[in-house]
């Protein structure tokens, strides 16, 4: 069965710090999808990346980075110079592939970012 | 951009009636879900639909629910006799490809049964 932890329920900084978001995933796949969601205040989740298991180098697009080792089954995503915008629920997600398209969510990790 | 919309954004309904809640999904994707997230809680997968079927459905979604694809755009989902445990936020989903492919997600009907 395939199983997402992300262990931090909530975190809370001071604008302009870094954070960093785990997540920590189970599967017995080798071939499988992981993806980060956001959740602002107003409800859509809105999608950030995908990543599939091949490919582990990591991603940087603008302020947010993504760090995904195979060795510890971890997707990490940190955010530079956090803004008050990117206050919200954070979801990593994961797909195993294999014929299924569902997506297997964490808890989520609610960020807040005080001015 | 294109996206995924869904309607009412808000639905009050009494215990034991019907709901169908919408989704116009992206029109060129040709995968569609649904989730729910009860409140304060993570997103749970109910169903999968590709091809005018379903694909892969979880064990939530049991005999009170059925989807269907009325016409080329539409997308809905009805909830056959509502329980109070049905409350929750129903996001619809849609994707270019199945397995692996990101999914959009529409904003979510908040479904409150009393």
């Known amino acids: 069965a395939q199983k997402v932890t992300q262990a931090q329920t909530e975190i809370s900084v001071v604008e302009k710090e870094d954070v960093t978001l785990d997540c920590v995933y189970e599967?017995?796949?080798?071939?499988?999808?992981l993806f980060w969601y956001k959740q602002p205040p107003s409800g859509e989740l809105v999608f950030l990346i995908r990543?599939?298991?091949?490919?582990?180098q990591n991603e940087i697009s603008g302020r947010y980075s993504w760090n995904f080792q195979k060795s510890t089954s971890s997707f990490n995503f940190t955010i530079t110079a956090s803004q008050v915008v990117d206050s919200a629920v954070y979801f990593c997600?994961?797909?195993?592939?294999?014929?299924?398209?569902?997506?297997?969510f964490g808890k989520g990790t609610k960020l807040t970012v005080n001015p | 951009e294109p996206e995924v919309t869904q309607t009412p954004s808000h639905q009050v309904t009494q215990m034991g009636q019907e709901v169908i809640l919408r989704c116009v999904p992206i029109?060129?994707?040709?995968?569609f879900y649904w989730y729910r997230q009860i409140l304060g809680q993570k997103v749970e997968f109910l169903v999968s639909?590709?091809?005018?079927?379903?694909?892969?459905k979880s064990e939530i979604f049991d005999d009170q629910f059925s989807v269907e694809r009325p016409d080329g755009s539409n997308f809905t989902l009805k909830i056959r006799s509502t329980k109070l445990e049905d409350s929750a936020m129903y996001f619809c989903?849609?994707?270019?490809?199945?397995?692996?492919?990101?999914?959009?997600f529409g904003p979510g009907t908040r479904l409150t049964v009393t």
């Open positions: 989903a849609s994707s270019v490809r199945g397995r692996g492919d990101e999914q959009y």
């Open positions: 599967t017995r796949d080798t071939t499988y999808y």
């Open positions: 990543r599939n298991s091949f490919d582990e």
């Open positions: 997600a994961l797909n195993k592939g294999g014929g299924s398209e569902k997506l297997v």
């Open positions: 029109s060129n994707h040709l995968y």
């Open positions: 639909f590709y091809n005018n079927e379903i694909s892969e």
